[in-house]
């Protein structure tokens, strides 16, 4: 049973435009996550993080948003650009400090 | 310069035949995990170390091993290979704490023929 899920496999947007991905989750004890990134051939990066205690955290262009009673959160990208292409990943960090990935979604930023 | 090293980057080999992924980290991390990612399953915790001399298995063991004698190392065994071990493989490190980001080698492409 999937904890951390991202139903979009993927996503394409323009560049300059604002790219959204979600992600759910089925534990409403979960209190934080996590989002990396990943281009081809390279391995995961961090990219921003979120605590249960806030509903928004911004860095720069990349905006993660919290939904707790939805068990929902999502990443904002704006404006949108091609080198963002990459899959992007949310984690859980759970016991053991074992991170619980999704399935990622392939973001596609075309020129 | 912060990093996790993984090597080989790529190997094939056949069914049967021992092999060994190295991964090493320069932070001074006290958690060590290595993943495997395949098409549609995203990445999934093979194994896992808490401290030298500790580890633990993740949610897809089978198949592998580990040993942490030292801090900064932490090797990928594979006994016997499987085409089902046929992915690729990533190390990461992290500092003790759950909430702190970890940090990932650049991945080791495996092919079991």
């Known amino acids: 049973d999937q904890q951390v899920k991202q139903n979009s496999p993927s996503l394409s947007v323009q560049e300059g435009r604002i790219s959204i991905l979600n992600c759910d989750y089925t534990?409403?004890?979960?209190?934080?996550f996590l989002w990396y990134k990943k281009y081809p051939a390279e391995g995961p990066t961090f990219l921003i993080s979120?605590?249960?205690?806030?509903d928004k955290n911004e860095d720069g262009r990349f905006t993660v948003f919290l939904n707790k009673s939805a068990k929902h959160l999502s990443l904002h990208i704006v404006p949108s650009q091609p080198g963002d292409s990459a899959v992007y990943f949310c984690a859980h960090p759970g016991s053991n400090y074992k991170l619980t990935f999704g399935k990622g979604t392939l973001l596609t930023v075309n020129p | 310069e912060a990093q996790v090293t993984q090597n080989p980057r790529y190997l094939i080999t056949v069914t049967g035949k021992k092999l060994t992924v190295t991964c090493s980290q320069n932070m001074n991390h006290e958690y060590m995990s290595w993943y495997r990612q395949d098409p549609g399953l995203g990445l999934r915790q093979i194994y896992y170390?808490?401290?030298?001399?500790?580890?633990d298995k993740g949610d897809v063991p089978e198949g592998y091993k580990v040993s942490r004698k030292e801090k900064r190392n932490f090797p990928l065994i594979l006994e016997s290979p499987s085409p089902n071990q046929t992915s690729l493989y990533f190390c990461?490190?992290?500092?003790?704490?759950?909430?702190?980001?970890?940090?990932f080698g650049q991945g080791t492409r495996l092919t079991v023929v």
């Open positions: 990461a490190s992290s500092l003790r704490g759950r909430i702190t980001e970890a940090f």
């Open positions: 534990n409403s004890m979960f209190d934080y």
């Open positions: 170390s808490m401290n030298v001399e500790v580890t």
């Open positions: 979120i605590s249960s205690i806030k």
